[in-house]
Structures are given as C-alpha cells and as structure tokens.
C-alpha cells in the first residue's frame, strides 16, 4: 500500500485536534514519540487487542505531519530488556506513549524504570484498557500522564501537546505536577469513524502474530498458518456486560466505519502483501444487520475471495443473516454464549440470556451455511457452579462448534489499593480472589477446564 493510498485510507483528523489548535501556537513539529507496548510474557494474545499501537501512532502522524513516531509492540516481537534499553538510549525520544493493559503491569514499572533513568528529559503518557477502567491505578507509575477517558488517540496527542506547550491540561487526561495527580475537568472525546487511523500493515510484526497462532490448542483467536488481516470496524457497546471492560473504554454507543471504507481497506492492504483471510474487530460484529448485509454484498468486490471472521452474540445473528455471511465466505462465528445455566440470568443482560434451544438453532444454521461456530463460555459467574460450566461446554461440543473457556472477571473490584498482583490477575488466568465461591477442589476442577484436557478438546471439522 503506498503512502498516497494509505492518505486516502485516513482521512484528516478534526481541526480541533490538530497541534496548530494549541494555545500556544506550539506544535509537536521536529518531535521524536515512541508509542510501544512494553516487553511481558502474554498471558493471551488477541491481534485485536494491540491494534491501538498503530491506531494511535496513525493518529500522531496524521496531526503533526513532521512528528517521528515510532510504535513498537515489544510484548509479541520478543524483545530482552537489553534490546528495549538499546532503543530508548538511541531513539532519544521527547515523548514516550505506554500502552498499558491488565496483564502488563509487571513490565511497566520495568520500562518506566528504564525510560526515566535513559532519558530523564522525556515525557511520559500511558493509555489503555486498565487506566480506562481504574485511572488511580496508574498513580504509583513514574509518569507524567494518564489517559482516563475517550479514545485513546486524542488523549495521547492532547498529552503531549500539553506538556510541549506547558498548559499541563487536556480532556481526558490526568497529569502530574508537583508531585500530585490532577484530573481532567473534561472528559475525554470519542473521535467519529471516519476520523480513525487505520493500522498500516507494513508496521505489524507478521511473523511474531503468527508464532502465537502457530499451536490451535491454546484457543487463540487466529487461525494456524495463516496470515490474518485484522479490520477495526466498531468501537463501543451497549450491552453492558459487568464482566467486560469495552463500555468502560470505548462507551456504550456504538460507533462503526461505512462498508466502502473497510472494503477499501482490505483491497489496499492486499496490495501490500498477501494475507489469507480477515478478522473483522468489533465488540458486537451483527449489531447492525444491515450493515452486515451490505458488507456481504460489498466484499464481493475484492480481488479474489477472502475468507472471513467476526465475534458478536447470540441475540444479534438469525440463520437468514448466517446464511448471507457463509455466502460471502465467513468461515466462523466467535458468540459470547457464557453460560446456559439459568441461575446466572439475573447478572446477565437480557439479550445474554440464551437456552439450549436458542444454541441448538444457532448451531443448525452455521452448520447449514458453513460456517464454523466457536463459543466463549465463562466459567465462574454468579449463580453457576462448575457442573453448570461443564454442562455448558458439553453440549456446545455435541453441536459441533469449538469451546474458549474463559474464567469470569469482576473489574469492579480493582481499586487505587489494588496490589500489582491483584490486578494481573484480572488477565483471566486465575480467580480474582473473593470472586467466586468455590472451594479449593472446585477451583481446581474448574480450571481444568480451562488447562485441562478437555480445555483443549475441538469438534470434528473444525477449520483451526
């Protein structure tokens, strides 16, 4: 994809975000910003997950055209200490954006360690999923920023304006000056659609995605030996699941590209380099089934077929709509099944509440479209037990579709008090303590659920 493309894929950010906006009249011109994720063992890798690396480096660029931003992801590339110590010393950077994340706090005091010691005159911002659920858990971190709210890309470019310019204010931002935090009297925005950055896939480390990928047993959501194109297509959900964190960071409104756009995405990414099939990136994927349809019809258009995947819910798909995205070659259906034990009704929202039956025509339709059907079943929620958990997982399988099991996650239990260890384990690797009431032997059947044999048991058919 050449740079003209890339320019047509991203169009202009809106005027007030752009530096030249600064009271000062200051811009971020000649600056040197690394945006990086900083080194950590993965508890779990989702390509989706990571994309706001290159969303919010896009966005820099976009807004302070001779800017030199870097973005480096070196949690999947593998870096030692050695190698991160290496490229702080040698960029000499003046800002430094921290991606942050529940599982990466054991790396992020590391970097900041690292950062303040190798260029002391750098300023620091972090943004992600953890400082968008709990801001005050950032305080102990030697930073200079945090971004609370709104999207991310505008809170890091807001940021850094800031403290090129000496305001020290943006919405959105928590800063820290004489050594005491201060909150944003405004909050933070939510850029509209057509004002997103779309990753360039030249900076993507490939070849690190697919290592991750490589063993199907692990549950990840790629598939195995093939290289995936991850399309951001959605930001925003109005489920409101207590045990999911996306309405906390991006809002309860959804917000969704137009069809045009996203096929000009993927046909200008083919163009750069071959990939095997698409994973489109939304909290709830068939949210607006129209736009869906439309999006069938428009993939038609593409070079040559490109096979597919999405994750959205239950509730929001019906076999005519399977049968128009079998047609235009998705190949599975990631669905937040959850649980089908009833018990657990009452802490789910109302369109989460789904029965065998409702799984069993679900399953009769993919079947019947091709497509493959994978369920995330959470093992732990309220008003379920292991068995139900267990049952749960058995009968998804009996229908032919694939089983991740993931353990039930309370994020409003993290407080400014929480312990470093406390918020790791929101990562969905172990129970948060307190939040569940099994005894020892059923915490241990219940994660073998998750690590045991069966954990890794996929139906006959699958396609990876």
């Not at 690292?114 to 305080?139: C, K, M, N, Q």
């Not at 930073?143 to 020290?168: I, K, Q, Y």
Request: proline residues 5%; hydrophobic residues 40%.
């Amino acid at each position: 994809m050449t740079e003209t493309m890339m320019g047509r894929l991203n169009t202009d950010v809106d005027a007030a975000l752009q530096p030249r906006q600064a009271s000062s009249g200051r811009t971020l011109a000649g600056r040197k910003v690394l945006v990086v994720r900083p080194p950590q063992v993965l508890s779990y890798f989702n390509a989706g997950h990571h994309l706001a690396l290159y969303q919010v480096a896009g966005h820099l660029r976009r807004a302070v055209s001779d800017a030199v931003v870097t973005v480096i992801d070196a949690s999947v590339t593998a870096m030692t200490w050695k190698d991160m110590a290496d490229e702080l010393f040698r960029g000499q950077y003046d800002f430094i954006a921290v991606m942050n994340d529940l599982d990466g706090v054991d790396g992020l005091a590391r970097f900041l360690h690292y950062a303040a010691s190798l260029l002391p005159d750098a300023r620091t911002v972090t943004f992600g999923r953890l400082s968008s659920l709990h801001a005050e858990l950032l305080d102990r971190y030697d930073l200079d920023a945090v971004v609370v709210s709104g999207d991310f890309e505008p809170g890091v470019l807001g940021a850094c304006v800031a403290m090129e310019t000496g305001s020290w204010s943006a919405p959105g931002v928590r800063f820290k000056a004489g050594g005491k935090w201060i909150a944003p009297t405004v909050r933070g925005a939510y850029l509209q659609p057509s004002e997103w950055a779309l990753p360039d896939p030249g900076e993507i480390p490939y070849e690190h995605y697919e290592r991750l990928y490589s063993q199907d047993s692990r549950k990840f959501p790629g598939l195995p030996d093939r290289r995936e194109l991850v399309v951001p297509v959605a930001r925003g959900c109005p489920m409101g699941c207590a045990f999911c964190e996306v309405t906390s960071a991006f809002g309860s409104a959804e917000r969704r590209l137009g069809v045009d756009r996203v096929v000009e995405y993927i046909r200008a990414c083919m163009t750069r380099m071959d990939f095997d099939y698409v994973s489109f990136y939304a909290p709830t994927f068939t949210l607006n089934k129209a736009w869906v349809r439309q999006l069938c019809d428009s993939l038609a258009s593409l070079p040559r077929p490109m096979p597919w995947k999405c994750c959205t819910t239950m509730h929001h798909l019906d076999a005519e709509l399977v049968a128009a995205m079998g047609a235009a070659h998705c190949v599975r259906i990631s669905v937040g099944l959850e649980t089908l034990d009833s018990d657990a009704y009452s802490g789910l929202p109302r369109a989460k509440r789904q029965n065998e039956e409702d799984l069993r025509a679900l399953a009769a339709a993919c079947a019947a479209a091709g497509v493959e059907l994978n369920c995330f079943v959470v093992v732990g929620l309220p008003g379920t037990t292991v068995e139900s958990a267990r049952k749960t997982i058995e009968t998804a399988l009996a229908l032919g579709a694939r089983v991740r099991p993931t353990l039930f996650t309370p994020y409003d239990t993290l407080s400014a008090k929480s312990t470093d260890l406390e918020i790791m384990a929101m990562n969905r690797q172990t129970f948060v303590p307190g939040s569940v009431s099994f005894d020892s032997h059923e915490q241990h059947d219940a994660y073998g659920l998750l690590f045991g044999a069966k954990a890794t048991a996929v139906s006959d058919g699958g396609r990876g």
